[in-house]
């Protein structure tokens, strides 16, 4: 299993341009989230979603939209990039399961708005 | 929305010494509570994680506690090692499905 992936690894954009962060999972897992990190701060939650075709709002989403079209993917899209969206953005994948639970995270996508 | 706050901000231990990472929580409806290890340059990864209907969980050198009625929960490394140098995240969720941040503890272990 390659477990969670995300590409790209790194990014420039310049303000105004719009981009789609991937994210892809192969466990088979119900859960998906995107977060982002900023120096000094805990992962805060952009959107997040229960399955296929169903989503929602985290704490941080407006300039951010996402689907959940199948089981694997959830893209992340940033409209119109801003200099505030600089961060380091990571994918999770997690399920929960007879109180087993876990929460698996990708690799990470750095960001950098001009 | 549910708000975790998390102390310290930064914590430097000898090596063998014991270090304690204090989380508390907002939401009484959370359930769920997980810990992070993060390493420099690397993806956060679950090191530990407590149930609401479970007091404590041990896994070795590492423990988590709560307190529900305090709404707060700690993380516990024993006989902590170099290794052991990271930041850690707590982190709260109600039925699994939103999950809220602590904003990290920088743990040191000086050998």
């Known amino acids: 299993n390659a477990g969670v992936t995300q590409t790209p690894k790194f990014q420039v954009l310049k303000t105004g341009q719009s981009m789609t962060l991937q994210c892809a999972q192969d466990?088979?897992?119900?859960?998906m989230s995107w977060y982002r990190q900023d120096p000094g701060m805990g992962l805060r939650l952009i959107h997040y979603?229960?399955?296929?075709?169903?989503?929602d709002q985290g704490e941080v989403p407006n300039g951010y939209n996402v689907s959940r079209s199948t089981t694997e993917d959830f893209p992340l899209r940033l409209l119109s990039a801003a200099p505030s969206q600089t961060s380091v953005y990571f994918c999770?994948?997690?399920?929960?399961?007879?109180?087993?639970?876990?929460?698996?995270f990708g690799p990470g996508t750095r960001l950098l708005v001009l | 929305g549910e708000n975790v706050e998390q102390h310290p901000s930064t914590l430097s231990v000898q090596e063998g010494d014991s270090a304690v990472i204090k989380c508390t929580y907002s939401?009484?409806?959370?359930?769920?509570f997980p810990w992070y290890k993060q390493e420099l340059g690397k993806r956060p990864q679950l090191i530990i994680d407590?149930?609401?209907?479970?007091g404590e969980k041990k896994d070795q050198r590492i423990a988590v506690t709560l307190n529900k009625t305090a709404k707060h929960f700690s993380l516990h490394i024993t006989e902590t090692q170099p290794e052991d140098s990271a930041v850690y995240f707590c982190?709260?969720?109600?039925?699994?499905?939103?999950?809220?941040f602590g904003s990290g503890t920088k743990l040191n272990v000086k050998p």
């Open positions: 982190a709260a969720s109600i039925n699994f499905n939103k999950f809220y």
């Open positions: 466990m088979n897992h119900e859960y």
């Open positions: 407590i149930r609401s209907n479970v």
């Open positions: 939401d009484s409806a959370s359930n769920y």
């Open positions: 979603s229960v399955g296929a075709g169903i989503t």
């Open positions: 999770a994948s997690s399920y929960s399961h007879r109180d087993q639970e876990t929460q698996y």
